[in-house]
């Protein structure tokens, strides 16, 4: 009996997995690979960085970024992808580009599981085809703003790749009610930037802090070390900075990208 009941307790959790991973309505056949702008690397490419614009934006939106960026980090090519436009029900029904519904903005608020899944699949199919370009996993960061550093969390936090490492801006922690249940084995040692403005009143500080603070407590993932070494959570936090970034958080964010993909 006791074969049957852990074979029975294995097909249940298979079949958990398999819910979570697949939303109802969600298929691979209906997801269609994002759009995207890239910035070549200056040099033989060695290295990619996705990063994922937040809510209403595009992937030009942070093309000057990159091509500021790569001055110092010539090896990387930059993939930055648009959303596609849908309604968004805490901007009153707008539509507009977004990488799934919010519901509306919150610690505990409801949030739209099925749209954030198909927007997993979609960045694990551009990282799947770095791959296949022969750009290994270790050499990828995944990034992303605000919405976009939702969708990183998601997607390098509960994927089986270990990437190099995952940058979040102004973003939280999503799906908190089943986050454990999907980590992947490598979340403790994946390498974690993190900024956040103090006075941002739409992805307030305090739900950043709070999501750091699941991060450590219920996740297990440690603190980037004193001595400056690429691992670890770093989270930093820039005085009366609004929803957006400065210079010093994108020099900030230079110096860690510099660590986790060298030259």
């Known amino acids: 009996m006791s074969r049957i009941f852990l074979l029975a307790l294995t097909i249940l959790v298979c079949l958990v997995a398999v819910a979570l991973y697949y939303p109802r309505g969600t298929t691979m056949v209906s997801i269609v690979p994002l759009k995207f702008l890239s910035v070549p690397s200056l040099v033989k490419q060695t290295a990619t960085i996705i990063f994922v614009h937040g809510l209403g934006d595009s992937g030009a939106g942070w093309h000057p970024v990159g091509e500021m960026l790569n001055q110092d980090l010539p090896h990387v090519k930059w993939i930055l992808p648009n959303a596609p436009t849908m309604p968004v029900t805490a901007n009153g029904g707008m539509t507009m580009p977004s990488w799934f519904d919010i519901l ?8 739209d599981r099925d749209g954030m899944f198909k927007t997993m699949y979609s960045l694990n199919q551009l990282i799947s085809a770095e791959v296949d370009a022969g750009i290994p996993a270790s050499r990828i960061v995944l990034g992303g703003f605000s919405q976009g550093g939702a969708m990183t969390l998601l997607t390098g936090l509960t994927g089986e790749r270990k990437l190099a490492g995952l940058a979040v801006l ?10 454990k249940a999907m980590a992947n084995d490598h979340i403790k040692s994946v390498p974690i ?13 305090d739900l950043a802090v709070k999501s750091t603070e699941y991060l450590r407590t219920t996740l297990g993932v440690p603190d980037a070390p004193e001595s400056g070494e690429a691992k ?26 510099k660590k986790v993909l060298p030259q």
């Open 170 to 179: 102004s973003g939280w922690l999503p799906l908190r009610d089943t986050f």
């Open 104 to 111: 509306s903005f919150g610690f505990d608020s409801k949030e």
């Open 193 to 205: 930037f993190w900024g956040h403005g103090s006075a941002d009143p739409l992805v307030r500080h």
């Open 232 to 257: 670890g959570l770093t989270f930093n936090t820039y005085s009366g900075v609004q929803h957006s970034v400065n210079d010093r958080e994108l020099a900030d964010l230079k110096a860690w990208l």
